[in-house]
T-cell receptor, first 108, second 114 residues
Framework: AQRVTQPEKLLSVFKGAPVELKCNYS??????LFWYVQYSRQRLQLLLRHISRESIKGFTADLNKGETSFHLKKPFAQEEDSAMYYC??????????FGTGTRLQVFP | DSGVTQTPKHLITATGQRVTLRCSPRSGDLSVYWYQQSLDQGLQFLIQYYNGEERAKGNILERFSAQQFPDLHSELNLSSLELGDSALYFC?????????????FGPGTRLTVL
């Protein structure tokens, strides 16, 4: 079965601290993985996808097939990064499977 | 606004009733996806339509049904409502049927069943 696990419901850091939001997936094939973000009073939107191998707003995520992980990282958190972050997996179907999300709080 | 639109924003109804949620995709997008977000549940995929045809099905209850019309807008029908159906219902759209494409989300409809 395809599954996405985000073990942390809430992650709190201070501004300038490094951030790592964890995402583990369960899928036997080659996955497509995404991070979506929802800022306060805004719509859910794509942050980045692993096939693009890009850095968006200072965030990066590397697919580790050995550990079946796709953790989201940023070296120096900013207050405007406070949001709900969802990891998502696209496997061999047309479904996008989302994790339960992690709320990131960045304190000044 | 050429983004995904959803109506109504809020809906309050009683158990046993039936409601219809409406979604208009972005201009040019052929796929529409429906998701349910309950407390502590994250986004649960319900169903996908592509160009009027059902494309993929998730954990959608038999009491729920959806359709996509020729103008590509979609409706999600929820019947025999139960308290547990209270949730945020999101619609998303994308240009193609492939889930690896970026999905563009609407603002959601908050359903409260009393």
């Amino acid at each position: 079965a395809q599954r996405v696990t985000q073990p942390e419901k809430l992650l709190s850091v201070f501004k300038g601290a490094p951030v790592e939001l964890k995402c583990n997936y369960s899928y036997s094939g080659s996955p497509e993985l995404f991070w979506y973000v929802q800022y306060s009073r805004q719509r859910l939107q794509l942050l980045l996808r692993h096939i693009s191998r890009e850095s968006i707003k200072g965030f990066t995520a590397d697919l580790n097939k050995g550990e079946t992980s796709f953790h989201l990282k940023k070296p120096f958190a900013q207050e405007e990064d406070s949001a709900m972050y969802y990891c998502a997996l696209s496997g061999d179907t047309d479904k996008l499977i989302f994790g339960t999300g992690t709320r990131l709080q960045v304190f000044p | 606004d050429s983004g995904v639109t959803q109506t109504p924003k809020h809906l309050i109804t009683a158990t046993g009733q039936r409601v219809t949620l409406r979604c208009s995709p972005r201009s040019g997008d052929l796929s529409v996806y429906w998701y349910q977000q309950s407390l502590d549940q994250g986004l649960q995929f319900l169903i996908q339509y592509y160009n009027g045809e059902e494309r993929a099905k998730g954990n959608i209850l038999e009491r729920f049904s959806a359709q996509q019309f020729p103008d590509l807008h979609s409706e999600l029908n929820l019947s025999s409502l139960e308290l547990g159906d209270s949730a945020l219902y999101f619609c998303a759209s994308s240009p193609t049927s492939f889930s690896y494409n970026e999905q563009f989300f609407g603002p959601g409809t908050r359903l409260t069943v009393l």
